[in-house]
């Protein structure tokens, strides 16, 4: 890991947070959510990976967290929304 | 001895990650709610969301961005070329930017009660559902990670304090690792709040 590296990922970060604010501009409708919060998790992803030092982690614990607490909230919001919708 | 050491340093590591999935389970719990109305009242969020600032938005997300990048580069200032002094410089940069964001925060907020968009304001009785929970929302969501970020501030500042008084170092960066760790959570938080009530307009 080099400091140039750190650098590029912020230019990343940077870039991807133009493309979201830009896109929201061209109105494209029910695309336009799921586009965003695909930019908004790769965003997340990046600093996962590589600011929170995943990437380079070797204890298999520690890289399974995070994974855990996103299958814990998709099933909250899966069976969630199964209730609301077919109420 | 060494070994332990390095044991040690781990299990504070999961300790600190553990924290954050708690962290997760929060913040989600509120995304939860969010989603659930506005699934329900989709034109009304619509419309409240065009009443944000979305320059300001952005120019907090750049912000909190750059403040990520400051603090990686203190944990790599330290821990890799074992420059205290820079890091120090780095954890100074961190909170200055943290502060920038309250700052740009608070305009935003001062604006929005100046418009009389505020839980239980008068002005507000007069909106839609839709609208009064979206700036429910509003308000507790950007309020507790606001909240989140003066923490962070708070820990970083010890930190600081802690590089200058040679109590964090190379060889003992443990503690200053998790309160990046702490500040990057705080940062991914905001990359989801941002598009979420800024840019569904």
Request: charged share 15%; proline share 2%.
């Amino acid at each position: 890991m080099t400091a140039a590296r750190y650098i590029y990922i912020w230019i990343a970060l940077l870039v991807l947070t133009a493309i979201t604010v830009t896109m929201a501009d061209l109105n494209i409708g029910r695309v336009g959510i799921i586009v965003v919060l695909v930019i908004a998790s790769t965003k997340s992803i990046l600093v996962l990976l590589e600011f929170m030092h995943l990437r380079s982690e070797k204890r298999l614990l520690l890289k399974l967290l995070v994974p855990i607490a996103i299958a814990t909230l998709a099933i909250f919001i899966g069976l969630t929304y199964t209730d609301i919708l077919t109420r | 001895m060494e070994s332990e050491a390095r044991e040690h340093k781990v299990f504070s590591r999961v300790g600190m990650w553990l924290f954050l999935l708690s962290e997760i389970l929060i913040f989600g719990g509120l995304f939860l709610v969010y989603a659930m109305y506005r699934a329900k009242h989709p034109v009304d969020f619509h419309a409240a969301s065009g009443e944000l600032s979305r320059f300001d938005g952005t120019l907090n997300t750049a912000i909190l961005l750059t403040s990520s990048l400051t603090a990686v580069l203190a944990i790599y200032s330290l821990q890799v070329l074992n420059k205290a002094r820079r890091a120090a410089w780095y954890l100074v940069a961190t909170i200055g930017f943290g502060f920038a964001f309250l700052v740009v925060k608070a305009f935003e907020w001062a604006a929005k009660f100046q418009h009389g968009l505020y839980p239980r304001a008068a002005e507000m009785a007069t909106r839609p559902n839709g609208e009064i929970l979206y700036f429910g929302l509003y308000f507790t969501m950007t309020g507790l990670h606001a909240l989140h970020v003066i923490i962070g501030m708070v820990v970083l500042a010890v930190l600081l304090s802690w590089v200058i008084r040679k109590k964090a170092t190379q060889q003992n960066s443990a503690a200053l690792e998790n309160a990046g760790l702490y500040w990057h959570l705080v940062d991914i938080i905001w990359i989801f709040l941002f598009p979420l009530f800024y840019l569904i307009s």
